[in-house]
């Protein structure tokens, strides 16, 4: 149970972790914001956010794990195969006629959305001319995602999704099993960025076609999520494509109408104005 | 005054959790409502992961209230059913709107019925009540226990007439409830949900 102490101590926190480790959490969206802090805290046997406060801003080596608890985002490869599927047929052949082609997959957390877009543009002929830039604010985060290193148990999940994708392959053309372990083919992270990037206070960084960005707008405000979308409006070539989680939309968003809707049932929209 | 009526008194929002069996239940709830419903109900219910969901469907012809899944930052509307996106927690943040997360699943679930009470409690206090229905997944057992912490209502269905009694049982355990009830009983809680106007209890 949240009392009303703990509305006061949040804002603290937040601004305590921004000032001391540039980490902005202030455009976060509170209710899974403080359904997080609260597994945290049970975590450090804090029982309330002063305390978790004081120990996390006098004990730097603390933050990681709190980030941890703050960002990490549970995905799998190929998730919501209709999503894959609308961009392996509708956007990859418009997606063919620029010579090269930059995709910035936004909040990558542990890169299955990264690898599964990486297959995904192999099995179509493009990943060769491609560069995929996949970020994170979490650098441990990255770091699973740079090593492409998945439990075996979650392989058969991905393996049925990537099915369900229009596969042209087989996922086990792409990874390695050994010891309980599934490692992903060095050869697909040739074109692939890995780089810290906060969505909350750095800027856009690069021309890109196609930017991934699911289920991460949904932990942000209004605000912050008119922040991040200007930031894919401004990266985004004229006619690009973005590509959102099932439940979002920009229907509330100052940007909506420099988008139309491309694929709208699988949450697929390009730019339109400049 | 009837205890049932003087249980929805100063409600501004009922959540609701169920698993198997659920549609059912609800089923026979939602047409019980009265016209003029002036709540806004929020439902959890664990469904095989699917998309679309044919939930809305399927109440909406049997609820005289509009039914709509959830979307993310949407304002709560009174007199309006919410439904739980498949495979996102719903969540009640300050507004109060509707929030959705991809957390990982919790007793398995996602949606889960903890997350949207324990959330909504935060948010609606002593004005919310909870509704533990029939269930075979103790996800919602916690959730109602911070529903009666925060000052709100705690609503079982009797275990004996639920489909599966696993949930309702598990709720109970947690702790004192307001209300344990039987289909019909709670098909007269629903009918006493009208205006807020009348609910109020009198100076």
């Not at chain 2, 659920?22 to 992961?49: T, Y």
């Amino acid at each position: 149970m949240i009392s009303s102490t703990f509305d006061i101590e949040l804002p603290l926190l937040l601004e305590a972790l921004y000032r001391k480790y540039h980490y902005d959490f202030r455009g976060y969206a509170l209710a899974s914001l403080k359904r997080r802090l609260t597994q945290a805290m049970d975590n450090f046997g804090c029982s309330t956010l002063s305390q978790l406060q004081d120990r996390v801003l006098h004990e730097p080596s603390l933050f990681p794990v709190l980030l941890e608890f703050l960002t990490v985002q549970v995905s799998e490869m190929f998730r919501d195969p209709a999503y894959f599927r609308a961009l392996r047929d509708k956007v990859v052949p418009l997606l063919r006629t620029y010579p090269s082609l930059k995709v910035w997959v936004a909040g990558c957390s542990a890169g299955e959305e990264v690898y599964s877009l990486a297959i995904l543009l192999q099995e179509e002929g493009l990943l060769e001319r491609s560069i995929i830039y996949a970020t994170d604010i979490n650098a441990s985060a990255l770091e699973r995602a740079q090593a492409g290193i998945y439990d075996a148990a979650r392989i058969g999940g991905f393996t049925e999704n990537h099915r369900k994708s229009g596969a042209r392959t087989s996922l086990s053309d792409y990874y390695t099993a050994a010891y309980g372990k599934a490692v992903f083919d060095k050869a697909l992270k040739t074109n692939i960025v890995f780089a810290d990037h906060s969505l909350s206070t750095d800027s856009a960084f690069s021309e890109v076609q196609l930017v991934s960005c699911r289920n991460v707008l949904i932990y942000f405000d209004r605000q912050l999520q008119d922040r991040v979308l200007g930031l894919f409006r401004e990266s985004l070539c004229r006619k690009g494509f973005l590509g959102l989680g099932a439940k979002e939309s920009l229907r509330f968003s100052v940007h909506s109408y420099a988008f139309s809707d491309f694929v709208p049932e699988d949450r697929i929209f390009r730019k339109e104005a400049a | 005054m009837s205890t049932l009526l003087s249980l929805t008194q100063g409600v501004d929002a009922v959540v609701l959790g169920a698993s198997a069996g659920g549609v059912e239940v609800l089923s026979a709830l939602f047409p019980k409502l009265p016209r003029e419903c002036s709540l806004s109900f929020m439902v959890v219910m664990h469904m095989p992961r699917e998309r679309p969901s044919l939930l809305p469907e399927v109440f909406a012809t049997r609820c005289g209230l509009p039914v709509r899944e959830a979307e993310d930052k949407e304002r709560v509307q009174p007199g309006t059913v919410y439904l739980a996106a498949p495979d996102y927690h719903l969540l009640i943040d300050q507004g109060p709107s509707l929030a959705l997360s991809s957390d990982a699943p919790v007793h398995f679930s996602r949606p889960s019925i903890d997350v949207l009470f324990e959330s909504a409690a935060d948010v609606y206090r002593e004005r919310l009540m909870g509704i533990i229905l029939t269930g075979a997944n103790r996800d919602g057992a916690s959730g109602l226990a911070a529903v009666g912490r925060a000052g709100g209502r705690t609503v079982v269905q009797e275990p004996g007439s639920a489909a599966a009694p696993f949930l309702p049982e598990a709720a109970l355990q947690e702790g004192p409830v307001d209300a344990v009830l039987s289909l019909a009983e709670l098909q007269e809680l629903f009918s006493y949900m009208g205006p807020v106007m009348l609910r109020r209890p009198l100076e």
